[in-house]
């Protein structure tokens, strides 16, 4: 069974930098297109961005710019460096496949955003 384990999150004030990590058991992670998501008590989960196959990585609109995803092939997983945080990215974070049938989601980290 695939198991998802998110890592790396913590608390940083507005503008500094944070780089969360998801590594995988029982999958090949570089094999797949990965997803970052993140989400927030009482709203949906959101989607981040994406990256894998043979496509650049793309992001959403509110994070473009400053966020980067990458698979780090020698660790299995997928990493997301941030950068420039906003108080509205405060969230747990999740990594995931982009397309369904999804694997079962992992724990998250939790981002905290605050001045």
């Known amino acids: 069974q695939v198991e998802l384990v998110e890592y790396g999150g913590g608390l940083r004030q507005p503008g500094e930098s944070l780089t969360i990590s998801c590594t995988a058991s029982g999958i090949s992670i570089p094999a797949k297109i990965m997803a970052w998501y993140r989400q927030v008590p009482g709203q949906e989960r959101e989607w981040v961005a994406t990256v894998g196959g043979n496509s650049d990585p793309t992001y959403s609109d509110s994070v473009k710019g400053r966020f980067t995803a990458f698979a780090d092939d020698a660790k299995n997983a997928v990493v997301l460096q941030m950068s420039s945080l906003k108080v509205e990215d405060t969230a747990v974070y999740y990594c995931?496949?982009?397309?369904?049938?999804?694997?079962?989601w992992g724990q998250g980290t939790q981002v905290t955003v605050s001045p």
């Open positions: 995931n496949k982009f397309q369904p049938p999804r694997f079962r």
